[in-house]
């Protein structure tokens, strides 16, 4: 079974608009945490932001939030005023705390576009 | 605060011939993964270093490939001999530690064709 589920290949928004990306993940550890990064062309993994099992409030930084809904194992990015730099990869991942704390288990990622 | 290097940023070789990759993490970070990402897909981690010491490789293919961190900083993937399938891109990240919020931290990648 998927660990991580990215159910979006593609999404477009207009620019200056929000718009949410979606991840549902399976654990069964209690300990966990979600993160997302966003991949531009040139390849690199860019962290976005960080959501912990335990944490009381959703996370937030800058134009990034995450929409946690633990009951529902979900984690939604939501970018708000898009810029047409936003335009990349975005992929979920996923650390699982117990065992081997370093590994990161990804989802395929979603591609978004922003239109001028 | 420089982030993590890589080299090369291109490869192309044929097949059964051998390649090597260098990855250079930030600073005082202890912790170093290689990640292999296939064409549409995301990352698979190839293996995980604490410090000098491997802490995590079962998903590296060992027949093939093999990896090392010698003195605790830089690392060397190899893979002797190469297939078709092995045409990815091979991203090396690094964290403070291993811990649960540790941020992974990725170069640039370096993107392998195989012939």
């Known amino acids: 079974a998927q660990k991580i589920t990215q159910t979006q290949p593609g999404m477009f928004v207009q620019e200056k608009e929000a718009v949410t990306l979606d991840c549902t993940y399976d654990?069964?550890?209690?300990?966990?945490?979600l993160f997302w990064y966003k991949q531009p062309s040139s390849g690199e993994m860019i962290f976005l932001i960080y959501?912990?099992?335990?944490?009381?409030q959703n996370a937030t930084e800058g134009r990034y939030s995450l929409n946690f809904q633990k009951a529902r194992k979900s984690a939604n990015l939501v970018i708000s005023a898009s810029q047409l730099g936003d335009s990349a990869m975005y992929f979920c991942?996923?650390?699982?705390?117990?065992?081997?704390?370093?590994?990161?288990?990804f989802g395929k990622g979603t591609k978004l576009s922003v239109k001028p | 605060e420089a982030g993590v290097a890589q080299s090369p940023r291109y490869k192309i070789i044929e097949k059964r011939q051998s390649v090597a990759f260098w990855c250079n993490p930030i600073?005082?970070?202890?912790?170093l993964y290689w990640y292999q990402q296939i064409l549409g897909q995301g990352p698979k981690l190839l293996i995980q270093?604490?410090?000098?010491?491997?802490?995590?490789d079962s998903q590296l293919p060992k027949d093939r490939f093999s990896a090392e961190r010698l003195k605790g900083v830089d690392s060397t993937l190899k893979i002797q001999p190469a297939k078709l399938e092995d045409s990815a891109v091979y991203l090396c990240?690094?964290?403070?530690?291993?811990?649960?919020?540790?941020?992974?931290?990725f170069g640039p990648g370096t993107r392998l064709t195989v012939l």
């Open positions: 654990t069964s550890d209690p300990s966990y945490g």
């Open positions: 990240a690094s964290s403070r530690a291993s811990r649960l919020t540790d941020t992974q931290y």
């Open positions: 959501q912990g099992s335990y944490d009381q």
């Open positions: 991942a996923m650390r699982e705390g117990g065992g081997s704390q370093g590994n990161l288990i």
């Open positions: 600073s005082g970070h202890a912790t």
């Open positions: 270093f604490q410090n000098n010491g491997v802490v995590d």
